[in-house]
């Protein structure tokens, strides 16, 4: 299989940098990736793992999708494989395993979310019209938003506007485990 001219990827993150006047090492920083990584990848002289490309689109809030989006559509993405799936810590103590990216219709990112720790645990704030889906599939969790809170047990689900603050708890002893499906531009 040859590989995807990944201009696209280098144009977007440079584009990204230059409209919030951030440096390499500041982007480098917030997405926890090297900023000679970063370099690389603007250069064109390396293919990013999913595992970075994850990141960087959770640091600029974007749909993992709008980094690969000219092959999804009538071409396969390429990328390095990482060792076992990619793993993105947010929030001090949860951590997301990325699924899938995108359907033909709309934008979504699906992970596998592990709370492993006690404590409250801030989600990122997405642009509006990102909406999420919360499932715990074991252990118990609370979700609070603004306004509401509610226990979350195996089989329990939120949906709620990823615009807006919210934290999902962890109390108990045991870990909790879940999807988070995460819809971008839909309305709120």
Do not use: W
Not at 3 to 9: A, N, R
Not at 19 to 25: E, N, V, W
Not at 34 to 48: A, D, L, N, Y
Not at 125 to 142: F, M, N
């Amino acid at each position: 299989m040859q590989e995807p001219d990944f201009g696209h990827v280098a144009e977007f993150i440079r584009n990204y940098r230059n409209a919030h006047g951030l440096s390499l090492a500041q982007l480098a920083e917030k997405a926890g990736v090297s900023r000679s990584m970063i370099f690389q990848i603007e250069g064109g002289k390396t293919v990013p793992t999913l595992g970075v490309v994850s990141k960087l689109a959770h640091a600029m809030g974007t749909p993992v999708s709008s980094l690969i989006d000219p092959y999804q559509n009538n071409h396969s993405f390429y990328c390095r494989k990482a060792k076992g799936r990619p793993q993105l810590e947010i929030g001090g103590g949860i951590t997301l395993i990325p699924f899938a990216a995108e359907t033909s219709n709309r934008k979504i990112e699906i992970f596998e979310f592990q709370i492993k720790h006690k404590g409250r645990f801030e989600l990122p704030l997405y642009p509006p019209g990102t909406t999420e889906y919360i499932l715990v599939q074991s252990g118990e969790a609370i979700f609070q938003g603004i306004v509401d809170k509610s226990i979350m047990k195996p089989g329990d689900g939120v949906e709620t506007r990823a615009s807006i603050k919210r934290y999902l708890i962890r109390e108990g002893t045991t870990a909790v485990k879940g999807i988070l499906v995460r819809y971008f531009g839909c309305a709120n």
